[in-house]
């Protein structure tokens, strides 16, 4: 063979090798093959698709501010009275989407962007690891997706896995409703998907994304169990401010604050009934508490990346009306702590008055218009950081009175007096102002000397 | 024998001068470094300034009356005072020390539970609060340490004083003053040059500092009702 020849061939070879490895993999993996030959969709609607602008969430209609952290709570997940939030989730196209599905992933395991995570397990008798919360199939460029509370923090797996499911009998929809008892681990990540066709009801096949839209997350941080009310409250009586020590509750939740709600009426005073009476509501582990939403941050998209959504935890959030674990009369009596449901915001501050700390020791500086010797009922409640309040701590009664300080103590003795007016003079200052001043001038007449010398 | 004499004295004078001699032929040129070498004078940087903090207990009062109101109040304990002081070099006197003028700023807290109508400690805090501050004429004399090796100093202190005092209870000013009167003070202190004199050195020549000292300080106010008669302890520096 000439080199000419080998040149040839080694050439030729060379061209060759990307078809022979193509052949050779196609028949060790058809599936591959294929999967290769295809990755340019072939749909026109859908191709080179690009997101015009982030993903925007929105919490009770507020947008969700940009690189903040939702943290969830109790009122999200509504109760027998008030509806759970409604979280909408949308985002805008340069094309039309087919479909757009949002899916729901607890913890770093269930990554929902993975096609897998989103098929029935079981040859279709077992629901997918991810659990569908909605769908859009409007086909529109601005697709929207909204979910109750109560179904977004709510991993079940008996129920809205399908489309529709929440509106078919037999789900066990009332069971469903509840939000699951977490408390700020693990993350709740919903997945914002564009895609060619559903995939809720397919079995076997492998749908796809299409064009080069990413999947849209958004992470949030649910505390869906209410805290532990703290215990052993002691106060501190006084006169322009009182205070009230406890304990904290052995939880290992995690807690931010304590709040301490202080009932000036004074109408309590001792004895009488204790709070156990009245309007109270029996609450089950948290989910059907009256508690208002706090703030609410946004999204930020970002393509096949984690949109970490961090804010500051709500402001405000109620608690419930009355501990109903205490039913034995108390010394401190009936007042408004009773007879009122806890917070109620819309009454006086000059009824109820509050004060918060992240300590164990809170104080009440503001007794304006409270009569000394009025006995103020206190209760205290914890807080974790999406602002649910546990229940009212046992209540005790605080004392305001008159106090005598130190200076009051000095001015009821003569010496004593004399020795702490406004201004006051030192029987040998007079004698030391000499000395000092002969002191300066002997200085001064030295300094001079040294000088001329 | 005469001459034996003569000439035994003339070796011997011989002698003594042939040693003279060699005497003068050793004062060579020096051959080694150690030889030639001459300690060099130290030359410290200028010193105008000196810094004091200490601290010390103290409880004020010097008359009966107010003693009992305190000791009633805070108890028999004193607290502790912070004080600083800070010295400005008028005149170096030679081989003696130096002549300054000093101010000094002190803080002291006392606190304990108010009593209520019964007697009885309520749940209310009341305090007492002093701020002396002091304008002194200072004689420091550190001729030992300079002239010798025993690294001791002493001062003498002496000025006008007022004392702001304010009293609480609670979120309540109860009341507040200026209290006057005249501030006493004697110093001993231990410089630390002694331990190691090559840092000190290097803080000089880096720092210009001086010198270091530990003090103790006998302190006496005589300001009415705010007064005392105390120790002080801590650290200076003089640069």
Not at chain 1, 246 to 268: E, I, N, Q, R
Not at chain 2, 58 to 76: A, I, M, N
Not at chain 2, 185 to 214: C, I, P, S
Request: proline share 5%; with cysteine; aromatic share 8%.
């Amino acid at each position: 063979m000439t080199e000419a020849t080998m040149r040839v061939l080694l050439r030729s070879a060379a061209a060759c090798a990307p078809v022979l490895a193509l052949l050779a993999l196609s028949a060790i993996c058809p599936g591959l093959a294929a999967a290769q030959t295809t990755t340019t969709p072939t749909t026109t609607t859908m191709s080179n698709q690009a997101i015009d602008s982030n993903l925007v969430a929105k919490r009770a209609n507020k947008i969700i501010p940009n690189g903040t952290l939702v943290y969830a709570n109790i009122a999200d997940c509504g109760d027998g009275t008030s509806p759970p939030t409604s979280f909408e989730f949308s985002v805008n196209y340069t094309a039309n989407v087919p479909v757009a599905e949002l899916w729901l992933g607890v913890g770093a395991n269930e990554n929902c962007a993975t096609t897998t995570n989103r098929l029935k397990q079981g040859n279709g008798t077992l629901p997918p690891i991810c659990t569908f919360l909605g769908t859009d199939t409007s086909n529109s460029r601005n697709p929207k997706i909204t979910v109750p509370g109560n179904q977004l923090f709510n991993q079940s797996t008996s129920g809205w896995n399908n489309a529709g499911d929440q509106n078919t009998t037999g789900k066990n929809p009332t069971k469903d409703m509840h939000c699951d008892s977490v408390s700020g681990s693990p993350a709740y990540t919903v997945y914002f998907l564009p895609l060619q066709t559903a995939t809720t009801d397919v079995n076997g096949s492998d749908p796809f994304m299409a064009g080069v839209l990413g999947t849209l997350k958004a992470t949030f941080s649910p505390y869906t169990v209410r805290p532990v009310a703290p215990t052993g409250l002691t106060g501190q009586s006084g006169e322009t401010e009182i205070g009230v020590s406890f304990k904290s509750p052995s939880s290992s939740m995690t807690l931010t604050t304590y709040k301490a709600y202080f009932d000036v009426t004074g109408k309590g005073g001792t004895g009488g009934k204790g709070l156990g009476g009245g309007t109270t509501t029996v609450v089950d582990a948290g989910m059907d508490a009256s508690i208002d939403a706090g703030s609410s941050g946004s999204l930020d998209a970002s393509s096949d990346g984690a949109i970490a959504i961090a804010t500051t935890p709500p402001v405000t959030s109620a608690a419930d009306s009355a501990d109903a674990g205490s039913t034995a009369p108390l010394a401190c009596g009936s007042g408004y702590l009773e007879n009122h449901p806890v917070p109620d915001f819309n009454l006086s501050s000059s009824e109820l008055r509050t004060a918060t700390d992240k300590g164990t020791t809170i104080k009440l500086n503001d007794l304006s218009g409270v009569p000394l010797n009025t006995n103020i009922a206190v209760a205290v409640v914890a807080l974790d950081p999406a602002g649910n309040e546990s229940l009212l701590s046992d209540p005790i009664c605080i004392l305001r009175e008159e106090t005598i300080g130190f200076f009051d103590g000095c001015k009821a003795n003569d010496d004593c007096k004399k020795g702490l007016d406004s201004c006051s003079f030192s029987p040998t200052q007079r004698g030391g102002a000499w000395a000092f001043g002969l002191f300066s001038l002997a200085l001064a007449a030295l300094i001079r000397r040294r000088r001329r010398a | 024998m005469r001459r034996l004499l003569v000439l035994f004295v003339a070796l011997f004078a011989l002698a003594l001068v042939s040693l003279g001699l060699v005497d003068s032929a050793s004062a060579r040129a020096p051959d080694t470094f150690e030889e030639a070498y001459v300690k060099p004078v130290l030359i410290e940087s200028p010193m105008w300034l000196a810094f004091e903090l200490k601290v010390g207990p103290y409880k004020p009062g010097l008359s009966h009356g107010s003693k009992q109101v305190f000791d009633q109040t805070f108890g028999s304990k004193s607290g502790w005072m912070l004080n600083l002081e800070l010295d400005i070099t008028l005149y170096h006197i030679p081989y003696v020390g130096q002549l300054n003028v000093g101010a000094s700023w002190g803080w002291v807290n006392y606190s304990a539970k108010a009593f209520d109508d019964t007697g009885a400690r309520s749940g209310e805090t009341t305090s007492f609060t002093l701020y002396p501050l002091g304008a002194l004429a200072v004689l420091r004399i550190d001729a030992l340490a300079r002239n010798t090796v025993i690294p001791l100093t002493f001062a003498g202190k002496v000025g006008p004083e007022w004392v702001r005092w304010k009293s609480d209870t609670g979120t309540r000013t109860d009341a507040s003053g200026f209290n006057a009167g005249v501030r006493f003070g004697a110093q001993a202190a231990f410089e630390l040059d002694y331990f190691d004199a090559n840092t000190a050195r290097r803080l000089d020549e880096d720092y210009g500092v001086n010198h270091t000292f530990l003090l103790f300080e006998y302190y006496e106010s005589s300001t009415r009702g705010t007064g005392a008669r105390t120790f002080q302890m801590g650290l200076g520096l003089q640069y």
